[in-house]
């Protein structure tokens, strides 16, 4: 079957350009934050995203080209498997720094938890995508989905990543409000949640309770838990209006920056390229989500507008608590900055998710 | 507005939600955030952009510090007495090290210690990265230094550091003058922001107070560092300017005798010269070792040198201060003369006592001295024959002279602590006890006892006084400053403090008396004989404590502590006085007999050094105070009655 032409006329360039645009900007990230000297300019770091660019371009554009319909029949299915992988983390897990959170295949380690990302929002609109009753989703209706978000979130939580955990969460969340939950219903479920967050600091972990004491007064402990937050708010005020230049930013350069090319890589871009390039970076950001929320606007069935908005609210998530950790308004969690952390799992996911989105885009002019 | 009613009405919460409507809550909320991260940005980059500006060179920036070189300290003829060694410490870099625990029990062995493990248990609490070297041994002992360098095949990781180290080339010499160097303590920090934890400052004697010139400015690197703080690149280096050196008065090998004569006596000797004021000697004993405190001084010797009753930290020279006994008679009689109450004509009678008031006051010589004029009274320390001159010539006339003199004040000398001592006077009196002045107290005065009490320098100063025919001069130590390539920085010449007008008769009388103690009959000081010099002295013996009643125990038996302090107090030679000298032997009984033959080897090997034009060389075996003339009155006791607060 010879491909549509107006799959061609019609192809979303503005979200394809930014999604690469915004790649782009990690790859330049990564190559500061791994920087060794011009002898050394193609570390493996570099040389590892700049592949995973090159296989999240395909997968993005072999997306665009995949009609986002049958997503809905593999649903389930693709659910199934990410639960599945969490569960083989569970059990083989490769343990870095403490958590257990890739799967070794051989030559590429796999992190299930960023599958789980788009695979919770995939089920999730796929449940959801039958319309809701008069008055909305009420309480009851919300058991499977609760459900189909507890499995997956408890297995990422138990790794320990309570980063992807709090994404999951709140791509659900978004998801179902905007899918129309009952007003009332939402009313207690945000005063329930206020109630419960005492009780949830009894379930974190000793580090995690320690973030956010540091998070609150980062100088109780300058060297420990706080060390994270003041390097990289020192990382990113001293880049100033313009910035210190590509490769001249010393926090990152000299490793003062912790995780600086996976959760911190936003210090080591705004240290390089300062207000102005922090502003444009955000400005990417925007546009992007304001695409998607255009795009589930304009989608022309409710599947597509609810993954619209489900992918979409995974990319502002993110944005928003990454960029609010590295600069100190939100305590440390790790989330990567999505599209520009290093790492192949989250790169490649991010740009599929954004190649269904032009997919979404594309096809409300094919029916 | 319309889509918030849609929530917020009853009437229609009955309808199916829509997407749009809540699409456009969210878009809300996500402009919201996305503000706030905006603004957060621009007040991180913006507002506080030079706050973290800082914040991040702090970070990168380590200032290794070079300590300057600190300035030597010569002698008069340019001979070394104080420089700086190599000091050996062991440092291990624990990275380096493959089998820690081996490695540490073969140093532990080599170097006879067992804290090694304890050391870098420390350095590991502290958080400092494995490539950071650890120093586990200070000041090694040379024994340590040749076993560490013999196995260094076996104890990869672990090297010698080489650090400087003050050294008094001499240990305990002029240890008093030259003080001694301490590692900065936090109270000093504080002040001066050019020091830093674990620098050496100068701490006591010429080390403190010529500070600030030989210590020099330390230099440094800026070395641009990562967040372990491995070293990378040297960003800008400051080198040292070294300290300079200062060159002293002191004679080494008069100061070596000095400090040989003195012996193990507790006392002080100050040697002065009486033309320019400078110090060719000063000891004071007991003394200490300056270099343990180089070595880093353990708490055990530090209490041991705090708690030692003997005193050995203070400077008698200038902070002991002692009754000066009849070495006082020489300002009485310069007083009494210049003041015309006392005549070179004026004779008294001695008959071994003098009553007054109601009690009798005694001579040291029972059987009394007759009848005397001053020369004979200064010449046999004739104690009755003051006694009338005190009280002819008054407290207040007699405090004056002695103040002119240079009792009771400081002197001056660039060395802390020194103490005034104390020249009484009636207004004195009536400050410090709010008492009047009891002309009886004034007979006390007058043999040198009572409330009077000056130091070995000032006595000396007295004589030089004597010797130079009043001038003061303010007492150096110190002749040159130069830097590090010999070139004379800063000189200190003379400093004539104040003439004092003697008229020339007083001094001719006061000079000759001298010269009749050392070498006249009946003289109480020929213990300081010199067979070519002709040298001036006066002796002097100052009581510790008030005579029990009239029967006084033969002195040999008495106890120590009891013993009275002996002074001499010289100068020579007579004719063109090139040394002026004072000493006091503690619990040495009378002057004569111990502060004399320390006084005699310190003036006999001055003219040794120095011999005056025409003189012919010492006789050989002259040197020994025992070859001095032993005439009889040196066995006679010389004492007094001291009416001590009566």
Redesign the interface.
């Known amino acids: 079957m010879a491909l549509d032409r107006r799959l061609v006329y019609h192809f979303d360039w503005t979200l394809f350009m930014m999604t690469l645009g915004l790649a782009g900007v990690g790859l330049l990230s990564v190559l500061s934050a791994s920087w060794g000297g011009p002898k050394h300019v193609l570390d493996p770091l570099v040389v590892r995203q700049l592949v995973w660019i090159g296989v999240g371009t395909a997968l993005m554009a072999a997306a665009a080209f995949f009609d986002y319909r049958a997503l809905a029949t593999y649903a389930y299915p693709l659910y199934a498997m990410t639960v599945g992988l969490l569960a083989a983390v569970m059990v083989a897990g490769h343990v870095t720094g403490g958590s257990r959170r890739w799967l070794n295949l051989g030559v590429l380690r796999l992190e299930p938890s960023e599958l789980a990302k788009l695979a919770v929002v995939l089920v999730m609109v796929r449940y959801l995508r039958e319309?809701?009753?008069?008055?909305?989703w009420s309480f009851r209706q919300m058991i499977i989905p609760a459900v189909l978000l507890g499995v997956p979130m408890a297995l990422v939580l138990k790794q320990p990543d309570l980063g992807t955990g709090i994404i999951l969460a709140l791509a659900a969340a978004?998801l179902i409000?905007?899918?129309?939950?009952n007003?009332r219903v939402l009313l207690i479920a945000m005063l329930a949640g206020a109630l419960a967050a005492p009780a949830g600091w009894h379930y974190l972990k000793p580090y995690q309770k320690q973030r956010l004491v540091s998070f609150i007064n980062p100088e109780s402990d300058p060297?420990g838990a706080g060390y994270h937050i003041i390097?990289s708010?020192?990382?990113?005020?001293?880049?100033?209006?313009w910035g210190k230049g590509f490769l001249k930013g010393?926090?990152a350069r000299?490793?003062?920056l912790p995780e600086q090319t996976t959760d911190f890589i936003f210090a080591v871009f705004?240290e390089e390229f300062?207000?102005a390039g922090?502003?444009l970076l955000?400005a990417l950001?925007?546009g992007v989500?304001?695409r998607g929320?255009w795009i589930?606007?304009h989608a022309r069935d409710?599947f597509g507008?609810?993954l619209a908005?489900g992918l979409t609210?995974i990319v502002?998530w993110q944005?928003?608590i990454n960029?609010?950790m590295a600069?100190?308004?939100l305590p440390v969690v790790g989330i990567p900055l999505p599209l520009v952390s290093y790492g192949g799992s989250s790169l490649i996911a991010m740009m599929a998710a954004m190649g269904v989105m032009i997919s979404i885009n594309t096809r409300r002019y094919l029916f | 507005m319309a889509r918030w009613r849609y929530y917020s009405s009853s009437k229609q919460s009955r309808a199916i939600p829509r997407i749009e409507p809540r699409l456009a809550i969210l878009s809300t909320l996500i402009a919201l955030v996305l503000s706030v991260v905006t603004v957060r940005l621009y007040y991180l980059q913006i507002i506080r952009h030079k706050e973290f500006v800082e914040l991040a060179d702090r970070n990168r920036i380590r200032i290794h510090r070079q300590p300057a070189l600190r300035g030597l300290v010569f002698d008069t003829h340019h001979r070394p007495l104080v420089d700086t060694k190599p000091s050996f410490d062991a440092v291990m870099v624990p990275e380096d090290v493959r089998n820690i625990k081996q490695t540490v029990a073969r140093l532990e062995g080599l170097l006879g210690q067992d804290n090694v493990t304890a050391k870098l248990n420390q350095a590991e609490d502290e958080g400092r990265p494995p490539f950071d070297p650890v120093t586990v041994e200070e000041h090694l002992g040379w024994q340590q230094v040749v076993s560490l360098e013999t196995h260094q095949l076996q104890l990869p990781g672990i090297s010698l550091e080489v650090m400087p180290q003050r050294h008094y080339i001499y240990g305990p010499l002029a240890a008093h003058l030259l003080g001694y160097v301490g590692e900065v303590a936090e109270g000093d920090l504080r002040h001066a922001n050019e020091y830093r934890m674990g620098d050496e400052i100068g701490k006591f004697g010429l080390e403190r107070v010529f500070e600030s010139q030989l210590r020099g400015q330390a230099g440094g690197q800026e070395i641009e560092v990562d967040s372990v703080g491995r070293r990378l690149k040297l960003l800008r280096e400051i080198p040292e300017i070294p300290g300079q050196s200062v060159v002293l008065s002191l004679d080494l090998d008069l100061q070596q005798a000095a400090e040989k004569a003195m012996g193990t006596w507790s006392g002080a000797l100050v040697a002065i010269d009486p033309n320019t004021g400078y110090i060719l000697a000063m000891v004071s004993h007991p003394a200490f070792d300056p270099n343990i405190f180089a070595n880093g001084i353990t708490s055990v010797q530090w209490r041991g040198l705090t708690t030692d009753p003997a005193h050995p930290l203070a400077n008698r020279a200038i902070a002991g201060t002692y009754p000066p006994g009849s070495t006082f008679k020489l300002i009485d009689a310069i007083a009494a003369l210049e003041d015309h109450t006392l005549t070179p004509a004026t004779t008294y009678f001695c008959p071994g006592g003098l009553y007054y008031g109601n009690r009798e006051y005694h001579c040291w010589r029972k059987q009394g001295h007759g009848t005397l004029s001053v020369h004979r009274a200064i010449v046999g320390s004739c104690d009755v024959f003051f006694y009338q001159v005190g009280i002819h010539l008054g407290i207040d006339r007699l405090a004056q002279w002695a103040r002119l003199l240079g009792l009771g004040e400081k002197s001056g000398i660039d060395l802390d602590n020194e103490r005034p001592g104390v020249m009484p006077s009636s207004l004195w009196k009536q400050k410090r006890f709010h008492q009047r002045w009891y002309p009886a107290e004034t007979l006390s005065v007058a043999i040198g006892q009572g409330y009077v009490a000056a130091t070995p320098l000032q006595m000396a100063m007295v004589a030089a006084e004597i010797a130079n025919g009043g001038t003061r001069y303010k007492p150096q130590f110190v002749k040159e400053e130069e830097a590090l390539d010999g070139s004379v920085v800063r000189k200190f010449p003379p400093i004539v403090e104040r003439r004092i007008r003697l008229d020339p008769v007083v001094l001719d009388i006061v000079r000759s008396g001298m010269c009749d103690v050392v070498n006249g009959e009946g003289g109480t000081g020929h213990a300081a004989h010199l067979d070519n010099i002709t040298v001036c002295g006066k002796t002097g013996t100052s009581q510790v404590v008030k005579e029990a009643g009239n029967a006084r125990i033969a002195e040999d038996k008495e106890p120590m502590k009891y013993r009275d302090h002996g002074w001499f107090v010289a100068y020579a030679p007579s004719d063109h006085p090139h040394i002026a000298i004072a000493a006091v032997v503690e619990h040495g009984g009378h002057g004569g007999s111990s502060a004399g033959p320390v006084v005699h080897d310190v003036l006999q090997k001055f003219f040794e050094l120095y011999p005056p034009p025409g003189s012919k060389p010492a006789a050989p075996g002259a040197g020994t105070p025992q070859a001095a003339p032993n005439p009889a009155p040196q066995s006679q006791p010389e004492g007094s009655v001291a009416a001590r607060g009566d």
């Open positions: 319309e809701p009753p008069r008055g909305g978004t409000f905007a899918s129309g939950l007003g060297l390097q708010e020192i990382a990113i005020g001293a880049g100033g209006a010393t926090q000299l490793n003062f705004a300062g207000f922090s502003i955000m950001y925007a989500i304001a929320i589930a606007r409710r507008q609810l908005v609210a502002f944005v928003a960029v609010g600069s100190g308004v």
